[in-house]
Nanobody, 126 residues
């Protein structure tokens, strides 16, 4: 069982920046692909960014490409989401997810992840 704990959310003005962190309890964190998702009120959960276990394969949503950066520090069992040039439409609960990928360096398809965090609220004011 892997526990994921997100932090770093909050209220920021449009154009501002935030960095989200997700700490994982996994003993073999480097075997997991990691992803960030978000869900706004009344909308479906959507992929924001994802990273393969090695970090070599990255996927970004079109809406976040160029503004958000996913990264990981395997020594700290942590994945990050750096967000800049935030917009009001980025307001959502952001979730971290982990998928066991020992035999593959691919990025998981869609939202097919094994473990999920509880989420952290990001609110961008106009």
């Amino acid at each position: 069982q892997v526990q994921l704990v997100e932090s770093g959310g909050g209220l920021v003005q449009a154009g501002g920046s935030l960095r989200l962190s997700c700490a994982a309890s996994a003993r073999t964190f480097s075997w997991y692909a990691m992803g960030w998702f978000r869900q706004a009120p009344g909308k479906e959960r959507e992929l924001v960014a994802a990273m393969s276990r090695s970090g070599g394969n990255l996927v970004y949503a079109d809406s976040t490409k160029g503004r958000f950066t996913i990264s990981r520090d395997n020594a700290k069992n942590t994945v990050y989401l750096q967000m800049v040039s935030l917009k009001p439409e980025d307001t959502a609960v952001y979730y971290c997810a982990a998928d066991y990928m020992y035999y593959s360096n691919a990025v998981p398809s869609g939202s097919d992840y094994d473990y999920w965090g509880q989420g952290t609220q990001v609110t961008v004011s106009s």
